[in-house]
C-alpha cells in the first residue's frame, strides 16, 4: 500500500470527516493486530471521540480497499492488522489473554515450494494460526484454563 490511509480514500472519491481522519491517523500509527473495540477504545484513551458506527464503516471500507487484513479466529471473533511492510507470518493466539503475536518462520517458503511440487493450487498467502497458552498465562497460573 502506498500512500497514505486518507490519500488512498481520497483517491476513491471518499470525502474526508473529521472522525475517518482521526480514525485513519490512529491506524498509521498501529503495527499491531487489533478489532473495531480496541481500536475505540485507544481512540477515547487519546481524548479523541469517535463513534463506532464509523469505526466499523471504516474499517470495512479500507479492507475493501485491501488497506486492511481481517483475520477470523472463530465465529464472531476477528481482528485487522495492516497490510503494511510485513512479511508473511503466522500468528500465536493465546486463549488465556487474547494476545496475538507475530512469528516468522522459514517454514512458510518451505511449505510454498513442497505445495507447488505436490498441488495445482494457486497460492497467494497461507495463513498460520496457532492457539495456546503466552509466557505471561503460564506463568501466571499453571493452571489457568483456556477462556476459549
Ligand atoms: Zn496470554
Ligand atoms: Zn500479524
Known sequence: VNGSLKDILNAQGFR???????????LEARTDHFNAETLH???????SSV??????????LLEALHCLEKLYLKKNCYFYEPLSQKNEHGHLICRGCGRITDFWVEGF??????????TDFKMNKISIQVFGLCGACQAEDKHRNERW
Open 51 to 60: 463513534s463506532r458506527p464509523t469505526i466499523y464503516r471504516t474499517l470495512h
Open 41 to 47: 477504545a485507544s481512540i477515547l484513551q487519546k481524548g
Open 16 to 26: 474526508s470527516t473529521k472522525e475517518r481522519d482521526r480514525i485513519l491517523h490512529e
Open 109 to 118: 517458503e518451505i511449505l510454498k515450494s513442497e505445495m507447488a511440487r505436490n
